[in-house]
C-alpha cells in the first residue's frame, strides 16, 4: 500500500505492479475526461495519490488507466469529517431548538461527542472551525439530513464539503499532504507556503506548476491558518 494513501493507488501500480517507464510506453491515462499528458516518468508523479477506478489491458499489454476524480487524501478526509459535520448540524439544531449558544462547550457536552487523545489539538481546531462556519451560515442546518446514516454522509462529502467547508483539514492528511508535497518538490514540481501573519507568500522552491500539487499547498496553508487560531468562514 502506498506511504501516502495507506491504498493501492496510482503510485503502486506505477512502482510496485509496474515500472513508471512501463507505464509512459504502454499506457494511456486519463484524468477525468481528459486524457493525461505523459511524455516521461515525471508527469505521473502528482497523481499517485490517485486511486485507480478502472485499469483494462490487451493481449499486447497496452493498458488504459482512469484515475479517480480526487486524491484518496482529499476523499479519505472528507469521510472523516462529514461525521463530525453531521453531528454539528444536528447539535446545533438542538441547541437553537434550546435557545441557547451554540458553541464548542455545548458540542462537549453531548453523549457522542468525541475527540481524539492522539490529536486532541487538531480536533479541537476542527471541531471550532466546524461550529464556527455553522454559526456564520445558519441556513446550512436547514439542508436536509438523510435519515440512512451512509446517504447522509455522502450528501456531506459531496456538496456540503466542498461548498462550506473546504478549508477545514485534519492532522493525519495534512501530514498525507506534507509528505506528498516535499516528494513532489524534490522531483521537480513548485510547492509554497504562506505566511499568515504578513499576508505574503512564504517558502516557494523552483519547478514546474501543477494545479493537483498547488491545490494541495492550499490546503496544507488552510490546515496551518486553522491551526494558528484564523478562522475560515
Known amino acids: 500500500m502506498s506511504k501516502w494513501t495507506g491504498k493501492s493507488d ?3 501500480w506505477c512502482e510496485m ?4 517507464q512501463e507505464i509512459i510506453e504502454k499506457a494511456t491515462v486519463y484524468y477525468g475526461d481528459a486524457k493525461v499528458a505523459i511524455n516521461s516518468p515525471h508527469d505521473l508523479i502528482p497523481y499517485y495519490t490517485h486511486l485507480t477506478a478502472m ?14 476524480r480526487d486524491s484518496w487524501i482529499d476523499t479519505e478526509e472528507r469521510q472523516f469529517l462529514s461525521h463530525k459535520i453531521i453531528s454539528a448540524i444536528k447539535w446545533c439544531r ?11 462547550d455545548f458540542c462537549k457536552k453531548q453523549k457522542d461527542f468525541y ?20 454559526n456564520a451560515r445558519p441556513a446550512l442546518i436547514k439542508d436536509h439530513i438523510n435519515k440512512d446514516y451512509r446517504k447522509a454522509c455522502e450528501f456531506v462529502e459531496e456538496y456540503m464539503i ?14 498525507y499532504r506534507e509528505q506528498f508535497v516535499k516528494y513532489c518538490s524534490e522531483n521537480g514540481y513548485c510547492a509554497f507556503s504562506i505566511n499568515f501573519e504578513t499576508g505574503e507568500w512564504g517558502y516557494q522552491n523552483q519547478g514546474e506548476w501543477h494545479p493537483v500539487i498547488r491545490n494541495m499547498c492550499f490546503a496544507i496553508a488552510d490546515y496551518h491558518r ?7 468562514i
Not at 94 to 104: G, I, L, Q, R, S
Not at 226 to 232: P, R
Request: with cysteine; hydrophobic share 30%.
Open 10 to 12: 496510482f503510485c503502486d
Open 17 to 20: 505492479h509496474n515500472n513508471p
Open 55 to 68: 485499469i483494462a489491458s490487451d493481449q499486447n499489454g497496452k493498458q488504459t488507466i482512469h484515475l479517480s
Open 94 to 104: 438542538k441547541a437553537n431548538k434550546e435557545k441557547v449558544n451554540f458553541d464548542y
Open 115 to 134: 475527540i481524539s487523545q492522539y490529536n486532541s489539538e487538531s480536533d479541537e481546531k476542527v471541531w471550532k472551525n466546524i461550529i464556527s462556519i455553522l
Open 162 to 175: 466542498p461548498a462550506h467547508f473546504s478549508g477545514v483539514h485534519d492532522e493525519m492528511h495534512n501530514r
Open 226 to 232: 486553522m491551526m494558528k487560531g484564523y478562522e475560515l
